[in-house]
């Protein structure tokens, strides 16, 4: 049974207790706080394998709870699932942004809320032992970083440099939706030059020439891209 340790930041008391008593039963620890204060001091001092944070709270707002986690070495990379209740697309792009690792909009339902946990803790344990350079097999779809290849059923697909270093990129953890920010800072070289505006244009190629694979490369409207889970 789980038992990582969990940080609920969330001031409504029933939205906290729904939230609380659904991981408990899943066997996560939880640690609970209403306001983002008490979020980074808890934070700082039980260091949780994952925060889920709403981004309403009083006082210090859950955006600059994630800036300030994200800014300090010791938690930067612990996994953060935003709670937000207007949905807005600018909310939710700035929280990516700042790091967040996947958001819920209220209202939700539990059983969401515990697939989308249960999906970034596995891929964060992922990323932490996965090679750079093994290979990756997703959806029919060999990719080599090593060798720079990309096969679709058995065929090399001729990608330029910047297509295969944003199909990678994605490709490393399938169903987290990145920001164009977030890919441009990822794929970024001293060589080359990509641009938010261009990255649309890639994915375009892209898709273009995986085919009848096209479709895993999927548009998460307002946000940015993901790769299929």
């Known amino acids: 049974m789980s038992k990582e340790k969990i940080l609920v930041v969330e001031d409504d008391e029933d939205i906290q207790e729904l939230i609380r008593y659904n991981l408990e039963k899943e066997g996560y620890s939880v640690l609970t706080v209403t306001t983002g204060e008490a979020a980074l001091a808890t934070g700082r001092k039980e260091m949780p394998e994952m925060v889920i944070l709403d981004l309403m709270l009083p006082g210090i707002d ?6 300030r986690l994200r800014s300090e070495p010791d938690k930067g990379r612990v996994p953060i699932i935003m709670v937000t209740a207007k949905g807005e697309e600018s909310d939710i792009v700035t929280g990516l942004e700042l790091g967040a690792d996947d958001y819920v909009v209220k209202p939700f339902s539990p059983k969401v809320l515990l697939a989308r946990i249960r999906n970034v803790l596995r891929r964060a344990g992922l990323d932490q032992t996965e090679s750079a350079e093994a290979g990756l097999d997703r959806h029919g779809i060999h990719i080599h970083p090593g060798r ?12 330029t440099f910047t297509e295969f270093n944003i199909l990678h990129f994605l490709a490393r953890r399938p169903g987290w939706v990145f920001t164009r920010s977030q890919i441009v800072d990822a794929v970024r070289g001293i060589d080359y030059h990509v641009t ?3 990255v649309d244009v890639h994915i375009l190629g892209l898709r273009k020439k995986l085919g009848d694979h096209g479709d895993i490369i999927e548009t998460v409207r307002g946000v940015g891209y993901r790769f299929k889970e």
């Open 148 to 159: 720079r290849e990309v096969l679709v059923g058995g065929s090399n697909i001729e990608l």
């Open 62 to 67: 859950g955006l600059e709870v994630c800036r």
């Open 196 to 198: 938010e505006r261009s």
